[in-house]
């Protein structure tokens, strides 16, 4: 009687997935969700010229160094062949967007303003909204009218 007891205490301890069990007849089977493996980040990165507001983005690239060098080549391959490109932001699994205000009077210099007179912001955020709403702010901050949009996205 004591070896019964003492394989009955085995056999409680012991896991559940130890013993094959055939499911009961006519029963729904429970699907067992699969893990999830992690997602390998998007890196994007917007880079903008401050002479020429040429500018240039990079969107699902492997890594952070990747994508700024896709924005910077794409800013100095731009409508002025501009060299002093310069990354504005970069981000992961997120969205982007720039903002210019091609001419005008701008206010305050604060590393924002074109020597074309215009300005610039470039911001990230979780959705493209927010994104474009901080990119706007800083555009606005320096020349409160005539900022708009020049592109936005999402790397994801």
């Known amino acids: 009687m004591r ?4 394989m009955m205490m085995v056999l ?3 896991p559940t997935q ?3 069990v055939d499911p009961i007849p006519n029963t729904p089977t429970i699907a067992t969700p699969q893990p999830e493996f992690p997602k390998t980040p998007q890196y994007a990165a917007i880079a903008v010229s401050p002479k020429t507001l040429d500018y240039g983005t990079s969107q699902n690239m492997a890594s952070q160094i990747e994508a700024q060098d896709a924005a910077k080549k ?3 391959n ?10 504005t932001v ?7 967007a720039v903002a210019v205000k ?3 009077d701008v ?3 604060m590393g924002m303003k074109s020597d074309r007179g215009g300005a610039y912001g470039a911001d990230w955020g979780k959705t493209q909204s927010s994104a474009e709403r901080k990119a706007l702010k800083i555009c606005e901050n320096i020349a409160p009218s005539g900022c708009r949009i020049a592109k936005s996205f999402c790397s994801r």
């Open 102 to 104: 091609p001419k005008g």
């Open 78 to 87: 731009g409508h002025s062949k501009a060299m002093d490109c310069q990354i």
């Open 74 to 76: 794409q800013c100095t």
């Open 90 to 96: 970069y981000f992961y699994d997120a969205c982007g």
């Open 107 to 109: 206010g305050l210099n």
């Open 12 to 14: 409680m301890y012991l």
């Open 18 to 20: 130890a013993f094959a």
């Open 3 to 6: 070896m019964f007891a003492v």
